[in-house]
């Protein structure tokens, strides 16, 4: 994903003062968090999108510190939830409880009842549980005996996860990922990162005090707002939407790929690359938008071939494959 800070000149876009807000969070977020602006700059789109992240990598560089964060950053309620092998559906939706008083049942709101929700080591729970999001993501409501319960606005659910082949984890199913707007890689910090790491613990940084890490609200809700009213007015092109068609379409065709992108990805990735473009500065949309944000929103979406994977292909070559070849409008 490209750097949002490197397109600014000269562009025009929507309420400069709601751009710069959430352009602050990658301020904000860096006295916690060293590097890592690609995700942090994910995590931003899926906010415009009102879509969900699934953050991946293996454990100790910083997934829970980011959307801790995010959160801190935010003018937004947040919980937490720390997915293990018991953890059960009503632990997370809520349940019906009896009390004894009245004699009757009434509902107990799960942690899904937030603003922000950091499903943590999410794969390390049995799909069971996992499935007890999906409503939650798609129709932002939870159903309990019957009744549907609105969720609050803005709502995402920031998962992380460890490489499926880490001991433990279960994968998650396809109409599970296919919920999330955007799937997130973090890599190894670089060693002049770490190094920058290792001298914050030892001035005395304490990832479990952000507060005194300094980091501030500089956002909320009324930004948000403004930010998705400014995104939702930015000019698709019917070259553009044809574009992002013929990437979809060529995964679908793909020898090296059993399952290819399916419309509602073709639309996720319309969406992304409109919040991609009003938040480097412009109010139109052109062929980079669309290259900057489809690894990250269409890598969790297809699916290898066994004999593609034993040769060492990967999702993310596969598309640029894809990106190198489908033609790009003028």
């Known amino acids: 994903m490209m750097d949002p800070t490197t397109d600014n000149a000269g562009n025009t876009g929507g309420p400069g003062s709601a751009r710069d807000a959430l ?6 977020i860096a006295k916690a968090v060293v590097g890592q602006d690609p995700a942090v700059t994910g995590l931003v789109v899926a906010l415009l999108c009102r879509g969900h992240v699934l953050l991946e990598g293996v454990p100790g560089v910083a ?17 937490r939830v720390q997915f293990t092998p018991d953890l059960m559906p009503s632990d997370v939706t809520g349940s019906l409880v009896y009390d004894t008083r009245s004699a009757e049942f009434s509902f107990q709101p799960g942690p899904v009842f937030t603003n922000l929700l950091l499903a943590d080591e999410i794969n ?8 007890s999001l999906l409503e939650a993501m798609e129709e932002r409501q939870v159903t309990v005996d019957g009744t549907p319960r609105p969720l609050p606005d803005p709502f995402l659910v920031a998962a992380t996860q460890n490489p499926v082949e880490y001991e433990g984890t279960y994968p998650l199913p396809e109409a599970q990922l296919d919920r999330f707007l955007l799937k997130l ?5 670089s060693r002049q990162d770490e190094i920058a790491v290792l001298t914050r613990h030892a001035e005395g940084f304490n990832p479990r005090d952000l507060h005194a890490a300094g980091v501030r609200p500089v956002a909320g809700p009324a930004d948000l707002e403004a930010a998705r009213a400014a995104v939702a007015k930015t000019t698709v092109s019917p070259e553009i939407t044809a574009y992002v068609v013929d990437i979809c379409r060529a995964t679908r065709e793909s020898p ?8 509602r990805g073709a639309t996720a990735l319309l969406a992304t690359a409109r919040a991609w473009a009003w938040l480097t500065g412009r109010d139109y949309v052109i062929p980079d938008d669309v290259k900057a944000l489809a690894l990250p929103t269409l890598r969790h979406r297809v699916q290898l071939r066994p004999e593609a994977e034993m040769e060492g292909v990967t999702a993310d070559s596969v598309i640029n494959a894809i990106l190198a070849h489908v033609p790009v409008p003028r």
Not at 23 to 28: G, V
Not at 65 to 78: G, K, Q
Not at 124 to 131: F, I
């Open 23 to 28: 352009e602050a969070l990658r301020a904000e």
């Open 63 to 79: 997934k829970t510190l980011l959307v801790r964060a995010l959160a801190s950053a935010l003018e937004l309620d947040t919980k």
């Open 124 to 131: 390390r729970t049995p799909p069971k549980t996992q499935s």
């Open 185 to 189: 890689t973090i890599p190894l910090p």
């Open 256 to 263: 090296s790929l059993t399952l290819g992108v399916s419309p």
